[in-house]
């Protein structure tokens, strides 16, 4: 892939990676933050003992209560939450039940539990000035004078709670959702804020925890510590990891410095007058808590008043969570749209200096970290792949990153953990402490990643204006409110066939009583479904046949599609390394020969080792090649003195290939600054051990007598340069089918001092010229091995990097036809008889620069890739010094590049299909050397390698 575009892009990929990096350290450094603020506020509240909450409920300046249950379609739990409700452990009350246009038989079940009768009189208002749907009828219970119903017609929670606040008479009120399930001091832990304000402060809604009562058994609407337990399902355990971390690590931080944004609407109290002021709660949204909490900021800060909002990290209500994605997922998508509604409302005050803390970091933060956060942590995913691609990312170093990010992430729900066992320990079983802590350590490698995507599918959602709507939430009963009372067998002795006849009847009325309460009674309809919930006459006992019929065959749950899904992507991605697994390996027995190595990267040829490792090329023993361990050279793992080189004097005789990596040498330790050094290009500016550097005499000779015995040659740049000496560099030369210029060249991206070029390249350049070196920009680096060197500089004299262009002969004997950047060192070579050039670099020179070529001897085209065969007549007769003639037929190549050279091992190595796909996917930059191998390397050296594993070898 090539293009100017691609240029474009990889800069604004650059760009983009450092914001992301940016954003990734300053939410590190807010979490961090709130951590340290929730442990510290847990440390000082550390003491605090039921004693003290019974003292609360002691004095007589506890404030009355009004709890607006708002209920829709809850016959199953309404009755259980109202008897709880009305036994709590509190002194002046009232409980306002709100049923909001209910379908099912709410209203008619609490009119009969409860003992209710129509209260006909008119019924004082609050004030509230904000219209509300009609209100049908207001009862109230004869047996508890403190129990109201408003029955009113459908028009949303927020709309309900609004008629509560209208209908409720104490200073404040509790928004209770009708589903929940208190603890036993609930009231008095979120009161006690209240009553402990300081003199001028005035505290205008506090709000508790919000545990999770899946698995836990709740006694008459009552969940106590003793009962607390953790479910079974992996889907809840999550979601209580979730939970702990929302509630004792963010919300807690930012209630410390009155910063809180969302008072939870499953159980919040709220100062009335306060609301009212405020407007009430805004209907037609789906986040009315958090809306209605930040205009309370809005209003305080206009009133410049004291007012706090405060949070009680103590657990106050349970309430039931999803146990199926799909409900998990509605409601997650639903609260980011509610996010996104509360901050569009009320974007005036982010980062707004008149709202405080609020505007300045609560806002920004809720915008940047909660709201955003999902959305840009899927761009930092598609930037590192795309970085992947751009070859400007190192996999394995990306890989222990991203492994760093997710650890961080499980480690601030492990701190949750922590916290909940350290400060309240509900948890009393150890089994559930431990499944809590291993859920958390793995919640980055799974659950993240799906409520990263779902709340990002919810802030699409919002944008492009997704209609309010609750959807479907589907009960499952964790909270036991329609369990049935056992009954006993009849004392009375009745017929068998009556009581036959009697028992079938009874199974046929619960089974239609059943599919009744699913129909109407076990969901909760958003309100454009309202419509849709319709309830069903149950057919009379004279239509029903008392049959006995056989139980009918379980039916198999489907497949979740999620999970479906996720099998199907990793039989995908696993069934390229089945094919890479099952398929043969292939023997070849190679000798590499490269004398630079001067650390541990052994870069000079690991790009061939991973071809032969992923095309299975085996040692004739079966043995697979290592890059650090199977090569002719030195070894740098021994500290001290350089090992002795191990050479090919020993060379196995049935050797099919040699390939010459690079004989530049092992480096000293000073700067090369002669100008007659020669070109230390892969030695980074280094001079060569003259006794170690350069191809010797030996090396020379065992390629000979392997030439004559029909083992293939392989060379490439740096293999007979300096410091071979002369005679040597000649008879390699011969066997190559190549002589070389003395010159060497580069195309650099950036020619800045210390950027790029060599340190070596401006102190030589000030010794030839004259002058300082000033040049930037981009653009050739020519340098000749008597010491000369000169730039061609892009828009001057040349106009951007060369090109590799394979000839008709190498496009059909590769099956190639690329034209591709080469962006790393090349020599300049000719050809000598007998060699046939398959492909040819091109550089693309203005008038300029072709003179500035021609004054030196240079040519615009030369070859990259030259292949010899030895024919009958050169076998005969040996070059000049050689101390052998090759074998007839017998093949050598040079690349004129530096094409083995890699810095990494590429991690996909057992996948077939990689190279390919690689190849499809990396883009041809200006200063990318990715391109290059994967396009051109790595196919043209499968065919080499597949031409050299057919070499037969003549031994002696």
Request: glycine share 8%; aromatic share 10%; charged share 20%.
């Amino acid at each position: 892939m090539s293009g100017t575009w691609v240029d474009v892009l990889v800069e604004a990929h650059r760009i983009f990676g450092i914001l992301i990096i940016i954003y990734v350290a300053m939410s590190a450094a807010i979490y961090l933050f709130l951590t340290a603020a929730a442990a510290f506020s847990l440390w000082r509240d550390r003491d605090l003992s039921e004693i003290q909450y019974s003292a609360v409920l002691e004095t007589e300046l506890v404030p009355p209560l009004s709890i607006i249950v708002p209920a829709y379609n809850e016959e199953i739990n309404i009755v259980g939450s109202v008897r709880s409700l009305l036994s709590i452990n509190y002194k002046q009350f009232e409980i306002v039940v709100v049923n909001d246009g209910s379908k099912d038989k709410t209203v008619a079940i609490m009119l009969e539990e409860f003992d209710m009768t129509e209260v006909k009189g008119r019924v004082p208002f609050s004030g509230l000035k904000k219209e509300t749907k009609p209100i049908r009828a207001v009862y109230r219970s004869l047996r508890h004078p403190n129990l109201v119903l408003v029955d009113k017609e459908n028009g949303g929670k927020a709309d309900a709670l609004n008629v509560g606040i209208n209908v409720c008479r104490y200073p404040y009120f509790v928004s209770l959702d009708g589903d929940t399930v208190l603890d036993t001091d609930a009231f008095i832990k979120v009161v006690k804020p209240i009553m402990d304000a300081r003199p001028g402060e005035e505290i205008v809604a506090t709000g508790g925890s919000v545990g999770i009562a899946n698995g836990s058994t709740v006694d008459s609407g009552y969940l106590n510590s003793a009962s607390v337990r953790l479910s079974n399902k992996p889907l809840v355990v999550m979601q209580v990891v979730e939970y702990l971390r929302a509630f004792l690590m963010g919300r807690i931080g930012l209630s410390r410095y009155n910063m809180l944004l969302l008072v939870s609407g499953a159980f919040g109290v709220f100062k009335k007058s306060w609301v009212v002021e405020a407007g009430g709660y805004e209907t037609g949204t789906i986040g009315e808590d958090m809306e209605l909490t930040v205009r309370l900021h809005e209003l305080i800060r206009e009133k410049k008043s004291k007012a706090r909002i405060v949070y009680v990290p103590e657990p106050v209500c349970w309430t039931e969570a999803p146990e199926s994605l799909t409900i998990l997922k509605r409601q997650r998508t639903r609260w980011h749209r509610g996010l996104y509604e509360s901050l569009k409302s009320h974007k005036k005050m982010i980062l707004n200096p008149r709202y405080g803390r609020v505007g300045m970091g609560s806002m920004p933060f809720f915008l940047f970290i909660e709201l955003l956060g999902p959305l840009v942590e899927l761009l930092g995913y598609a930037t590192v792949i795309l970085g992947f691609f751009l070859d400007r990312i190192n996999i394995e170093i990306s890989l222990m990153l991203a492994l760093v990010m997710l650890l961080f992430g499980s480690l601030m729900s492990t701190m949750s953990v922590l916290f909940e066992e350290w400060r309240f320990h509900n948890y009393n079983r150890i089994s559930d402490t431990f499944r809590l802590f291993f859920y958390a350590l793995s919640e980055s490698f799974w659950y993240r990643p799906l409520m990263t995507w779902w709340r990002t599918v919810g802030l699409f959602q919002a944008i492009r204006g997704k209609k309010h709507g609750w959807g479907e939430m589907t009960r499952v009963n964790v909270l036991g409110a329609n369990k049935k009372p056992v009954v006993g067998p009849s004392p009375i002795a009745v017929p068998e066939e009556v009581a036959l006849a009697a028992q079938s009847l009874e199974r046929t009325q619960e089974q239609v009583q059943a599919q009744e309460q699913k129909a109407a009674s076990t969901s909760i309809v958003g309100e454009e479904d309202a419509s849709a919930v319709e309830s069903t006459d149950p057919p009379s006992s004279s239509e029903v046949l008392p049959e006995v019929k056989k139980p009918a065959a379980r039916k198999r749950k489907p497949i979740p599609k999620f999970w479906a899904g996720l099998a199907a992507s990793m039989l995908l991605l696993l069934t390229p390394w089945i094919i890479w697994e099952a398929s043969p390996a292939k023997t070849l027995s190679i000798a590499v020969l490269d004398k630079t190595v001067n650390d541990d990267s052994y870069r000079e040829h690991k790009g061939l080792f991973w071809i032969m490792n992923q095309q299975k090329y085996r040692m004739p023993g079966g043995e697979k090649y290592l890059y650090d361990r199977d090569y002719y050279g030195y070894d740098p793992l021994i500290a001290g003195e350089r090992p002795v080189e191990r050479t090919m004097a020993n060379l196995n005789p049935a050797t099919q290939l040699i390939y010459v990596a690079d004989t530049y040498g092992l480096a000293e330790s000073s700067k090369a600054s002669d100008p007659d050094a020669g070109v230390p290009t892969n030695a980074g500016g280094l001079e060569p051990v003259s006794a170690q550097g350069g191809m010797k005499t030996l090396d020379v000779n065992v390629m000979e007598t392997a030439a004559s015995r029909g083992t293939m040659l392989i060379a490439e740049f740096n293999s007979i340069a300096t410091p071979t000496e002369e005679p040597v560099r000649n008879r390699a030369g011969a066997l190559l089918g190549i002589k070389w210029t003395g010159w060497t060249a580069r195309y650099f991206p950036n020619l800045t001092p210390g950027v790029e070029i060599p340190t070596w390249v401006p102190e030589r350049y000030r010794q030839i010229t004259g002058q300082d070196w000033n040049y930037t920009g981009a653009g050739f680096l020519f340098v000749h091995e008597s010491g000369d060197l000169f730039v061609l500089r892009d828009g001057e004299e040349s106009d951007g990097g060369v090109r590799i262009s394979f000839t008709e002969a190498g496009r059909k004997h590769f099956d190639l036809n690329p034209n591709n950047r080469y962006n790393y060192w090349f020599d300049v070579v000719t050809t000598s008889s007998g060699s046939e050039v398959l492909a040819e670099y091109n550089l693309p020179l203005t008038a300029n620069g072709r003179a500035m070529l021609a004054e030196r001897g240079v040519p615009e085209s030369f070859p990259a890739v030259i292949r010899r065969e030895a024919s009958a007549d050169t076998a005969a007769e040996p070059p000049f010094g050689a101390t052998a003639s090759p074998a007839a037929g017998q093949v050598s190549y040079y690349f004129a590049g530096d094409y083995a050279d890699r810095p990494n091992y590429p991690f996909w190595r057992r996948y077939a299909g990689w190279p390919a796909f690689k190849s499809l996917f990396t883009l041809d930059t200006r200063n990318s050397e990715e391109a290059f191998y994967w396009d051109v390397y790595v196919p043209m050296m499968d065919k080499v390698l597949e031409e050299a594993s057919h070499v037969q070898v003549k031994t002696p």
